[in-house]
């Protein structure tokens, strides 16, 4: 019997197995497909890099902004060559530390249950203590849609395969990947169209930022909100897209139409209802939100497969936490990082702590802190001034407890942010820490004294 058999090596299973590995050798670790994570394969670091060359070009296009005037020239099939070249030396870094690690650990195939404490893999079974589930996720598609369309529908698992860019994009989605991924498309001289079925872009929950997140992006991406493919087509050199606009029938061609309309959990592929009929429903499964532990077996679902969170830094602290619920007891709770999202659009969106959401869910009694970006020194500075931010400040404690941000680097904005939601520091307390003149963080300066205003 093993002391730990962990299923999926994405970001959550590695981080599992590495920690697991310190305490015990008596432990497997199985991967269907390759070794190398979707976060370095096909997620986070291929759209960084495209997002990266995108923004690049933008900003020589419309060097005027700083008194410049430079001539861009693109040759896109070494822009996809460069996006796979710098993505192979991340999966190839992945791929070296999986292959330092001892080979009797490790078992390439697809796994699934017996029962509750035996899985099967490549017909052999195996038997454990604890489980660790890190399946992640897939993109989910119309399947009629991809018989019609073929290799015409791509998702963000095809899209960094294109030998070159096409001329014409079709996006379905507007959250974060459809949104990262058509905006560097446009950038990148493609046009891009997007069939939104809300009125939304991103994740911002803040309705002042979220519209004002739909204005700055539509003004170079064309969104059509609550418009959605009536019907797909499959044409000679692309795909013909049949909606309704206003009541009024439309067409468009183009070359290729990339689904981003979210993700599906593996937790399909491992037979749960042979551990209880019950675990047919994967949305009913009884998975405590805060161990991420199934009922009350030894089983631990992380990661992608079962997260409201499917962001990769949560997936390797879950993976390392998890490791330890499994080899030690008591159970602790897993879930304890503050939360921190980052969209990587240009303006950036982040949402750190509790969102503007979240917070009227439950009641909480807070007043917002706003500043614009419009008219913000540094941002204009740049060249980059657009946007705003909002702070949200609890109104007995003064507490910092969340923040939403849609501007230049809010990457970095948010990490300060949810540090200091972490520490519990109070606006007063936010006040008196330096500000160097001239920065973005004066902004955020702006917006806890708009805030402290409302409370005096
Ligand atoms: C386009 C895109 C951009 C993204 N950008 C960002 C970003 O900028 N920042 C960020 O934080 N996050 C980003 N993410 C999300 C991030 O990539 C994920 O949160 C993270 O990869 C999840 O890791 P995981 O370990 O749960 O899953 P994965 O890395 O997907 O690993 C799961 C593994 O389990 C294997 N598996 C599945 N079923 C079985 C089975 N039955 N038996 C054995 N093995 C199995 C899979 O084949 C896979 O190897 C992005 C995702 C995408 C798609």
Redesign the pocket.
């Known amino acids: 019997m093993l002391d730990l058999i962990i ?9 599992a197995y590495k920690e697991a590995v310190k305490y015990t050798q008596n432990l497997l670790i ?6 190398d ?3 370095a394969r ?7 890099v495209l997002i990266s060359s995108a923004n690049r070009l933008y900003d020589i296009q419309h060097a005027d902004e700083v008194g410049l005037a430079i001539k861009a020239e693109i040759d896109t099939t070494q822009i996809m060559t460069h996006v796979r070249q710098l993505r192979d030396r991340f999966t190839k870094a992945t791929l070296k530390d999986v292959e330092s690690w001892d080979n009797s650990h490790k078992i390439s ?4 249950f017996i029962n509750h404490n035996t899985i099967e ?1 490549n017909q052999q079974q195996y038997q454990a203590k604890n489980f660790i589930i ?6 989910t598609f119309d399947s009629e849609w991809k018989k019609e369309l073929q290799e015409r529908l791509i998702t ?2 095809q ?1 960094f395969e294109l030998e070159k860019l096409p001329k014409s994009l079709a996006v379905i989605g507007s959250g ?2 459809a949104i ?2 058509a905006q560097a498309m446009q950038r990148l001289g493609v046009e891009t169209t997007v069939f939104a079925r809300s009125q939304k872009v991103g994740a911002l929950s803040s309705p002042q930022l979220q519209e004002l997140a739909q204005l700055t992006i539509s003004q170079e991406l064309n969104i059509l909100f609550k418009t959605l493919p009536q019907k797909v087509e499959k044409i000679t050199q692309g795909v013909k897209i049949h909606y309704s606009q206003n009541n009024e029938n439309k067409k468009l061609e183009v070359d290729y139409l990339l689904v ?1 309309t979210g ?1 599906q959990s ?2 399909n ?2 037979s749960l209802e042979n551990i209880h009929p019950e675990y047919q429903d994967l949305k009913k499964l009884p998975v405590n939100t805060q161990t991420k532990q199934l009922a009350s077996l030894p089983i631990f679902i ?4 079962f ?1 409201n ?8 602290h879950e ?1 390392r936490m998890a490791a330890h619920n499994c080899l030690n007891t008591p159970i602790k709770n897993i879930k304890t990082l503050t939360p921190l ?4 659009s240009s303006p950036e969106m982040a949402t750190v702590g509790q969102s503007y959401q979240t917070l009227k869910e439950q009641n909480i009694d807070f007043i917002t802190g706003f500043a614009s970006y419009q008219k913000q020194g540094r941002a204009l500075v740049l060249g980059k001034n657009k946007g705003a931010i909002e702070i949200y400040i609890d109104k007995k404690s003064k507490k910092l407890l969340g923040a939403e941000l849609f501007v230049e680097s809010a990457e970095h904005l948010a990490h300060l942010l949810s540090w200091m939601i972490a520490e519990e520091v109070t606006l007063d307390e936010l006040l008196i820490k330096p500000f160097y003149h001239p920065t973005l963080e004066e902004g955020l300066r702006t917006a806890l004294k708009h805030a402290r205003r409302q409370l005096d």
């Open positions: 299923i999926g090596a994405g970001t959550a299973g590695i981080a199985i991967n269907d497909g390759p070794w994570t979707t976060c096909v997620g986070c670091m291929p759209s960084k195939g697809k796994a699934k893999v890190a399946v992640g996720s897939t993109p963000s698992d899209i974060v990947i990262e991924l981003a993700r593996l937790l592929t491992l992380i990661g992608d497969a997260t969170t499917p962001i990769q830094h949560e997936a390797a993976g999202a980052i969209m990587f």
